[in-house]
């Protein structure tokens, strides 16, 4: 990483956090774009702010303090999407548009993450998961958008000589204060956050549904990795990764750890299927783990490195 300047598009928001961390940590010279300056100690970070949606928000940027790659995170998540389609397709699709045209004028590498939303409702398959080279057909204007932000990407690639690498994440969880703010569209993997940080808080968890559904949730250390190396990798035979963990957990698994760190938690979690969210894994990662060198931190370390993050609020470990 010494030497390189990676912007980072939504890098004030909860896997931007993450994603800036590990990428300093590495050595990268980081600038960071989005709609507030970041939480974060580290003076050297750069901050532009501004609205991706601007067309040439990004080209002077780039230009001037010469980029050699964009992490585009920045994005609208999955339910605040479903309630608002329109701004939604314009923040996510019409965004993207305007990252890979401020990539192509530079002919730079753009990190995308997108979604195993792309999958859409799929059926029982191999043991180890769905595949990068299975069928792809979203039933979410998200998992649309994110499918067809994948495709225009694949197309600068092609047609323009631009570096585009899509990650496919599952359930992304980890500390995001959720204990200090109120969520207007939690997702799933919120619910898991929630069920972590409002207890260790002292406050009550009620989620309606979705308490035996499993789920590839990925803690948000290992997206940070992987993205990390993503900017790095170099002969890659595969452009498109799952970014996940590789096996299935629970919401009552996430509730029956954090009890053991707190026996008075108040938490009810429904059992009936969310079913807003048709696919959730498992998926393969063995592309990530063969040609990124990814490697998922196991389940329990996770959540040991979350709980003490939240109780040392929010400070990295």
Same mark, same amino acid.
């Given at each position: 990483?010494?030497? &390189? ?8 928001g909860f ?11 590495? +050595? ?10 970041p !939480?974060?100690?580290? =003076? ?14 990004l ?6 303090? %010469? ?7 920045? +994005? ?6 479903? #309630?608002n ?18 990539? &192509? ?10 979604s195993?939303?792309?999958?859409g409702k799929?059926?029982? &398959?191999?043991? #180890?998961?769905? +595949? =990068?080279?299975d069928?792809?057909?979203? @039933?979410?204007? *998200?998992?649309?958008?994110k ?14 000589? @631009? ?33 972590? =940080? ?11 549904? +979705? ?24 002969h890659? !035979? ?8 590789? !096996? ?6 996430f509730?029956?750890? @954090? ?11 429904? %059992? ?21 060198? *990814? ?5 329990? %370390? ?12 929010g400070?990295?470990?």
């Open positions: 990483m010494k030497g &390189r300047r990676i912007l980072v598009t939504g890098g004030t896997i931007g956090r993450f994603a800036m961390e590990a990428l300093a940590n590495a +050595g990268a010279e980081l600038l960071c774009f989005g709609r507030r300056p !939480e974060t100690n580290r =003076e050297e970070i750069l901050f532009f702010q501004g609205d991706l949606t601007d067309p040439g928000a080209v002077p940027i780039v230009r001037d303090k %010469e980029v050699d790659t964009i992490v585009h995170l920045a +994005g609208f998540g999955t339910t605040r999407v479903q #309630s389609p329109q701004p939604g397709v314009m923040v996510n699709v019409m965004g993207t548009s305007n990252v890979l045209e401020a990539a &192509r004028m530079a002919k730079l590498r753009v990190i995308f993450t997108s195993i939303a792309v999958y799929v059926g029982p &398959r191999r043991a #180890s998961g769905v +595949g =990068e080279d069928e792809v057909n979203p @039933v979410t204007v *998200y998992g649309a958008g499918l067809l932000c994948e495709k225009i990407g694949q197309a600068y690639a092609q047609n323009y000589g @631009v570096m585009f690498v899509a990650l496919r994440l599952t359930a992304v969880y980890g500390f995001t204060n959720l204990a200090g703010r109120e969520v207007e569209h939690p997702t799933f993997s919120d619910h898991a956050k929630r069920v972590i =940080e409002l207890p260790l808080s002292g406050k009550p968890v009620l989620v309606e549904t +979705g308490g035996r559904q499993p789920c590839d949730f990925v803690y948000v250390k290992d997206v940070a990795q992987a993205i990390a190396k993503a900017c790095t990798a170099e890659l !035979e595969h452009r498109v990764f799952n970014i996940g963990s590789g !096996e299935l957990r629970t919401l009552k698994d509730e029956q750890i @954090v009890r053991h760190y707190k026996t008075d938690v108040d938490v009810t979690i429904g %059992e009936e299927p969310n079913l807003a969210y048709p696919f959730m894994g498992p998926v393969d990662i063995s592309l990530a783990i063969d040609e990124l060198g *990814y490697k998922p931190t196991p389940f329990l %370390e996770c959540i040991h490195d979350y709980i003490a993050i939240t109780q040392n609020k400070a990295l470990s």
